[in-house]
């Protein structure tokens, strides 16, 4: 007798997360960077090559240089010797962008984890439809039953059990609609890390669960550590290795040339000597030198401007958060209670006939309605969540787990 075989267990959010941070193809690109910027440091650290020349003077001419009686043969080296700390400059302005790198990597990392968390959420949300469809499948069911019910026993029209069977019916649309969305939302996540036909479940979390989270004083000190405000360091150390790259290329640098002469004539041997130098560098120099400059003076604007950009979209997803966390738990408390209360009296003044099905039917609705309210203001919710943690570096949560019975749908 063969074992049953085991089902796979439901992807939480960490495993999503753990998958994309290993084949995501964006993280790849930038690690294959690093190996570009490895070879272009190895290259800017290596000195001007020497240079072996041979020259050969008054052959092939006519007359008394006809052919190679009267060859002069020289043989040289050569080579330029770079002034201004040249070298140098090259070293730390291949260094620094290799140093850049690593903060890129990390602003990307975040802004993957963020999508990621938002896909995920998808899910849940579309699984958070389902249920309630579902409760109201199940509500609509008891409403045809209690109409049947009444009409055997001649206290209803046909009518009011047609309209009960085509709510129910619209019920069901919806929850095939939910289903539908749930099955695109796991695609469109197990598309980050390359997976064509997903087979995983999606561990339930109900998305109407919001921690309380910091103020937004506190969490604007955060963000002088995320890597969008700490990548301008790094660009600033990049600046200055290129303003002092061009500094140093006012300092003009010295060709030298040494080698021998064999006298044909003579058949004796001579030094051969040179060194030159261009005139005018300068000034050549002055417009890279006031490029560079005019750059580095302009960063901390650029910084300015980022710090503004971030400081308002994090207080506008605060105050996104807070008013959202104080709606879903006003409606958990307070309005849905006292919903599912009016809504089961209203079931039993139904079937004793005392309200018609309209003022059932009504109440139903409501309670459908409040519920998808709450759902989607608990998704805003948890939306503006992930931008927060997106913004200041934190861990990402798109809900706290919670057991199917505490689902939303309840």
């Not at 619209?170 to 695109?184: C, N």
């Not at 979390?205 to 919001?210: C, E, G, I, R, S």
């Not at 998808?372 to 706290?400: N, Y």
């Amino acid at each position: 007798m063969y074992a049953r075989a085991q089902p796979a267990p439901a992807l939480t959010l960490d495993d999503a997360i753990a998958r994309v941070a290993d084949t995501h193809p964006d993280l790849r690109l930038i690690d294959s960077r690093a190996k570009v910027l490895d070879a272009e440091r190895e290259l800017a650290s290596l000195r001007p090559a020497l240079v072996a020349g041979v020259s050969i003077e008054n052959a092939l001419g006519s007359g008394d240089v006809r052919g190679f009686d009267d060859a002069e043969l020289t043989l040289s080296l050569a080579s330029v010797l770079e002034r201004g700390g040249k070298l140098d400059a090259r070293r730390v302005f291949a260094q620094t962008r290799i140093d850049a790198l690593a903060i890129e990597r990390e602003t990307r990392r975040l802004d993957l984890l963020a999508e990621v968390a938002r896909r995920y959420l998808a899910v849940i949300g579309a699984q958070g439809h389902v249920q309630i469809a579902q409760g109201d499948i199940d509500q609509r069911q008891r409403t045809v039953a209690a109409a049947r019910q009444r009409l055997k026993a001649g206290a209803s029209p046909e009518s009011v059990v047609l309209t009960a069977e085509a709510a129910l019916a619209r019920a069901e649309l919806d929850h095939a609609r939910g289903t539908q969305q749930e099955r695109a939302a796991r695609q469109h996540l197990a598309a980050l890390w390359g997976e064509r036909n997903p087979d995983f479940t999606v561990a339930f979390a109900d998305p109407t669960v919001l921690a309380d989270i910091e103020s937004a004083a506190a969490l604007a000190d955060l963000l002088e550590q995320t890597p969008e405000l700490t990548q301008f360091s790094g660009e600033q150390r990049i600046r200055e290795a290129r303003l002092q790259l061009a500094r140093s290329n006012a300092s003009a640098d010295l060709s030298w040339q040494l080698g021998v002469r064999r006298l044909q004539a003579t058949d004796d041997v001579g030094l051969v000597a040179s060194l030159s130098m261009p005139l005018g560098a300068r000034h050549r120099a002055r417009p890279e030198i006031d490029a560079a400059e005019a750059e580095l003076s302009l960063l901390g604007i650029e910084r300015e401007a980022k710090d503004m950009a971030l400081y308002s979209t994090l207080i506008e997803a605060h105050g996104r958060y807070r008013i959202s966390q104080l709606e879903v738990n006003r409606l958990r408390d307070e309005i849905l209670p006292k919903l599912g209360q009016a809504e089961r009296a209203a079931e039993r003044a139904y079937r004793a006939g005392a309200i018609s099905y309209l003022e059932w039917a009504q109440l139903q609705s409501e309670s459908s309605s409040t519920r998808r309210q709450q759902l989607e203001v608990a998704l805003d919710a948890q939306r503006a969540l992930i931008e927060i943690q997106r913004l200041t570096g934190q861990a990402f949560i798109a809900a706290p787990t919670a057991s199917a019975q505490q689902g939303i749908a309840q």
